[in-house]
């Protein structure tokens, strides 16, 4: 298959493509890794392993510049459990005396990250399987995608996926992660598998609808219908054919993808790739304007540290709380985001509403021809003295107008968010800070300036000026 490409796009990939230089280079870091590795595993006491190098490094679909090299030990499967369990306790200290930079990580068990000259790898435990149905920890099939990419992608082909992942990231849609639930890296493979080429798979993602179902071929997609029943997208793993990798992508993100892709196929442009993404601005405060009176947050401390994953999965679970709380008493929710500095043990959950005071709400009751209803009604109003009416409008329908007890949306959540927070997730949280206006904003901007500029500007910067 030959794929046709714009000036844009070949412009584009001579940018994102790795050199010759770029592999010569990256080659000899992984083989000093792997020797770094070996002696460290040694050292640990580990035996009867297999050392594995996988990702977009092995399957040639990386981007340059932007590579994390993963370096997978497998262990063989009667003491694989035994071994993952103290894969970190034994392996950090070897690094840490020969003066490697070191990070923890977290997923279904912990595992190590490691700087090696200029290139961060990696470096993750799991068990020797022959079959992926038989997988015992959660990275055991990734050897099996491996594989499977490799044996259906040609060469020019992992250049169209290339081209998909920088379109990807260019819409902030790119990773399977809490904080996107967009489209990983090994399901944009998948899509280019499918349909041969970055353009073909735009031209078909400009008529997708939820649900989006990818048929890959001879696959029962019952199962995955009945396990995954809230997806918007269901692509089949070809390795595991019980599991969904699409589950990940939210409704914003396949929208996104979807009206992104319309929108390049009507008129191609270099805004909707990565390497020609515009900085965020300074002082969103400014460009905000009086649209800043109506913006508040709420600032969680966490305890203590945990995963990126964990804790971008309790700032979901806090960003519907504060909306919740807003809108059942009478707020206009126009967006509300959160913001993670995982660094700091900070959750920031930014909200902008139509209006930030109410001096009265109006609340309609039932019509006059209703008798007992409508006298409740009355009844019910009459007594109290923080209301105005009731009286009658022209359907014969009863209204009145109420001063809230809670007069800005500030004082509300202060009063009252704490104490809607489920015991789980109190225990997590060390203080809340609800922040106005100005603070509120500069706080956003100083935690995360690009999910801050979406935020200010609404307009993704890939639609263009108009």
């Known amino acids: 298959m030959v794929c046709e490409h714009s000036s844009i796009e070949a412009e584009v990939l001579e940018r994102i493509k790795p050199r010759k230089s770029d592999y010569e280079h990256v080659g000899q870091v992984v083989s000093k890794a792997l020797k770094l590795i070996d002696e460290v595993l040694s050292e640990g006491g580990f035996t009867s392993y297999e050392v594995r190098i996988e990702g977009s490094?092995?399957?040639?679909?990386?981007?340059?510049?932007e590579l994390d090299i993963d370096v997978f030990v497998l262990f063989e499967k009667d003491d694989c459990l035994g071994n993952v369990s103290v894969f970190v306790e034994k392996t950090v200290p070897a690094l840490l005396r020969r003066g490697v930079r070191v990070e923890l990580r977290h997923a279904q068990h912990p595992y190590v990250r490691l700087l090696v000259d200029d290139l961060w790898i990696e470096l993750v435990p799991g068990c020797l399987v022959d079959d992926p149905d038989n997988i015992i920890t959660a990275v055991d099939r990734t050897p099996f995608h491996t594989e499977y990419v490799?044996?259906?992608?040609?060469?020019e082909q992992r250049d169209e996926v290339r081209l998909l992942k920088s379109f990807a990231k260019g819409i902030s849609v790119y990773g399977a992660e809490v904080s996107v639930r967009g489209f990983s890296g090994y399901l944009l493979e998948l899509l280019v598998a499918k349909y041969g080429c970055f353009r073909d798979v735009l031209r078909a993602a400009s008529s997708w609808k939820p649900p989006v179902i990818i048929d890959l071929g001879g696959i029962d997609l019952s199962v995955l219908f009945e396990k995954y029943p809230d997806s918007v997208m269901f692509v089949p793993d070809p390795v595991d054919p019980d599991r969904n990798v699409a589950a990940s992508v939210s409704s914003r993100s396949l929208a996104s993808f979807c009206l992104a892709s319309r929108m390049y196929m009507r008129g191609p442009s270099r805004r909707f790739?990565?390497?020609y993404k515009p900085s965020p601005p300074s002082r969103l405060a400014w460009v905000m304007g009086t649209r800043l009176e109506n913006t508040v947050a709420v600032l969680f401390r966490l305890e203590r540290p945990?995963?990126?994953s964990n804790v971008w999965g309790l700032a979901s679970r806090m960003k519907r709380l504060v909306s919740s709380l807003l809108t059942s008493h009478g707020f206009k929710v126009v967006d509300v985001r959160p913001f993670v500095d995982s660094e700091n043990n900070v959750v920031l959950v930014?909200?902008?509403l139509e209006s930030s005071k109410r001096s009265y709400v109006l609340r309609e009751g039932p019509s006059v021809w209703d008798p007992e209803r409508s006298l409740r009604f009355v009844e019910k109003y009459l007594a109290r003295s923080d209301a105005f009416g009731p009286?009658?409008?022209?359907?014969?329908k009863l209204k009145v107008l109420i001063r809230p007890k809670h007069s800005?949306?500030?004082s509300l959540l202060r009063e009252r968010l704490e104490a809607m927070l489920p015991a789980s997730m109190r225990k997590r949280v060390k203080s809340i800070s609800v922040l106005e206006g100005l603070e509120a904003m500069e706080t956003a901007e100083a935690v995360d300036p690009g999910w801050a500029a979406i935020f200010v500007l609404k307009r993704p910067h890939w639609l263009g000026d108009g």
Request: hydrophobic fraction near 35%.
């Open 306 to 308: 945990e995963s990126p």
């Open 273 to 275: 790739f990565h390497v």
């Open 350 to 352: 930014v909200v902008e």
């Open 391 to 396: 009286w009658i409008d022209d359907e014969g």
């Open 57 to 65: 490094y092995a399957k040639d679909t990386w981007l340059r510049g």
């Open 150 to 155: 490799k044996s259906r992608l040609t060469g």
């Open 408 to 410: 800005t949306a500030a």
